[in-house]
């Protein structure tokens, strides 16, 4: 679903002054962990404080909404930009600039369990993914897989 900066702006002043945002999840590029459906809870961050693995939700140049793991910041042309990366996705989607960052990823309700992104699975999971490329080649074969099973 595309967004224009006139939506990104009022969701970004929904989610500063209300503390947090809930949106359902759609796409499979952050599967195992966020599955479309899932309900995940945004809160506002300082991107200054984002670490390496956090999953973040962003306003991207193609007007849309994603949410997927940091990797790094780095300097391009004298600006701060940040990498991001869904967890089955083989490559960085475009740099972002900190303007466009909405917030964190603080909880994913699935069904009915709630897993919160400071709990011992998450945090490791993250760490994993960040840390060991292949896994996302992997991940992507067995999306593949489960969607030629459906047809």
């Known amino acids: 679903m595309l967004f224009d900066e006139t939506t990104f702006s009022l969701l970004k002043r929904v ?3 209300d503390g947090w945002l809930n949106l359902p999840a759609y796409g499979d590029s952050m ?3 966020i599955q479309q459906g899932d309900l995940c809870r945004f ?3 300082n991107p200054d404080f984002i670490k ?3 999953v973040i939700l962003f306003y991207s140049e193609a007007g849309q909404l ?3 793991r940091f990797v790094q910041k780095k300097i391009i042309n004298n600006k701060q930009l940040f990498l991001f990366k869904g967890d089955t996705n083989l490559g960085f989607d475009q740099p972002i600039e900190e303007d466009k960052i909405l917030g964190r990823l603080i909880s994913i309700e699935k069904q009915n369990i709630n ?3 400071n709990q011992l699975s998450a945090r490791l999971w993250g760490k994993l993914i960040v840390m060991i490329p292949a896994l996302s080649g992997i991940l992507r074969k067995l ?3 489960k969607y030629k099973l459906q047809f």
């Open 15 to 17: 989610i500063n002054k």
């Open 31 to 33: 599967f195992p962990y």
């Open 43 to 45: 809160t506002p961050c």
């Open 52 to 54: 390496k693995g956090d």
């Open 66 to 68: 994603i949410a997927h």
């Open 115 to 117: 897993i919160t992104s």
């Open 143 to 145: 999306i593949n897989m």
